[in-house]
């Protein structure tokens, strides 16, 4: 598998979306710098950019690579290699490409900053550490888009879709949710309804290490409140971490039974 | 070498194999034929694992093939459609294949074969559809296989690189190897295929020597008697033996057809 990997993380550092992608990185943390000179106030204002864009870009990515690597895919298909190998090292390939071309663009500009010198390193840690997952997360939620559905129109909307919902739309949803059920006690809801939605957990991974409290929102608090720092913490990575392993096993499953 | 026993897959409603049995033992090339859609690269994907049966049994060597796909080192496999990741150059590609294999390739003698050294270093995704397809054959030859199977290898070639593929061909065939292709071209069945196997709707019509064929349907010329058997008349799938079910007063039977 390591092969598979290798070679798939080859072809797409050479693509010249990713290019754009680390160069649009190292443009805006750096133009956030320009902005402030608080890194504090540029690790907030990156991480709302991280989570609309980190999440979109790799729906995409999954998407199209699945697509473009499919007439090649039949060819490793030929190869006394086992299915499972194929498809998992395409994906690994992919998403670390991405992840390293995140780490990359936005690690860049405050390692020029002198953020080893500063108290928030681990603040900054947590920021990338949530864009590496959410790269993970995502592209395994495309490659799986793509290997699910042959029709490629439909495979690009579906990302969209899935990105409309979790990016945006739940959000809205989730305080007219909590608007209409105002009168009960919500908590435990809130709590179980963030851990549906990656992005959402991310964020409240992010401003719990950063304890802006203005800034958490609803879910952030009650997160807060409920579980404390710590543990709020441990809860938010554990899911995401198992919302990282989940679309991968699907993407096994699939691959498994899937005509070529 | 390779059977297969009542094979069928439908993807869907579509049944696009409906009962195949045959078997690819002795060396030589065997063309299988057929129109478009009527189940040929559904057939030997399936050899390859690519496709998953709907029902019946693969064996290779004796033994039902498995998902861990170790038999396929004994198999050179050509793609109908030759694409691949555009930012790899073609060395490296060549490479890449070579490392899935400990066995020992050929690369460089069919690179000089084909005229690929000016492009070794050229990203994939710059190259025409003719050199593309080359690359595909110098990935599907490299190895010394007991079986060859070439699923339209003539799409994009010039009239060079066509000639130089079927002295590779033949002399694959002069060493003993079983060869399976499929085309539409039947000049080159003619010129090469020791076997044709003629597959319509899913089923086999004719399996046998292309002078057979030729006789049963009076034609003189392979093109002809193909046409001759797609108009009708001589028409009758081979069956050998097919497992049906039915049911009866709320019973399964199961029986095996003859025909």
Partial sequence: ?260 | MIQLHHLEKSFGRLEVLRGIDVAFDQPGITAVLGPNGSGKSTLLKSILGMVLPSAGQITFQGKPIDQQGAYRKDISYLPQIARFPENLRVAELIRMIESFRSQPSRSAELIRHFGLESVQQSQLGHLSGGTRQKVNLVLTLMYDTPVIILDEPTAGLDPVALVKLKELIIQARSEGKILLITTHIMSLVEELADRVVFLLEGRIYFDGKPETLKERVQEPNLEKAIASLLSGGHLTPISTTRPVQAKMNGKVIHATIKS
């Fill in chain 1, 1 to 260: 598998m390591h092969r598979i990997i290798r070679y798939s993380f080859a072809d797409l550092i050479r693509s010249r979306w990713l290019y754009f992608y680390t160069g649009f990185y190292l443009l805006l943390t750096g133009a956030l710098f320009f902005i402030s000179a608080d890194l504090s106030k540029v690790i907030v204002s990156l991480m709302n950019a991280i989570l609309f864009i980190v999440p979109l870009v790799a729906l995409l990515f999954g998407v199209m690579v699945q697509y473009n690597t499919r007439e090649f895919t039949e060819l490793l298909l030929a190869q006394p290699i086992p299915r499972k190998s194929i498809f998992l090292g395409q994906y690994l390939g992919i998403a670390s490409a991405l992840a390293i071309s995140f780490l990359l663009g936005a690690g860049i500009p405050f390692i020029l900053s002198g953020i080893f010198l500063s108290g928030e390193i681990w603040n900054f840690s947590i920021l990338l550490i949530s864009g590496v997952l959410l790269s993970y997360i995502f592209s395994a939620l495309g490659y799986l888009l793509a290997l699910i559905n042959d029709n490629r129109i439909r495979g690009f909307g579906l990302a969209i879709v899935v990105w409309l919902l979790l990016a945006v739309i739940y959000d809205g949803l989730f305080l007219l949710g909590l608007a209409w059920f105002s009168d009960y006690p919500l908590e435990h809801v809130a709590i179980a309804a963030s851990i549906f939605n990656p992005i959402d957990l991310a964020r409240i991974l992010i401003l719990l290490k950063l304890d802006v409290s203005a800034l958490m929102g609803y879910t952030g608090a009650v997160f807060n409140q409920f579980l404390g720092t710590a543990s709020g913490m441990g809860l938010a990575l554990t899911v995401l971490v198992i919302w990282a392993v989940f679309p991968v096993s699907l993407i096994r499953f699939i691959s498994l039974r899937k005509d070529f």
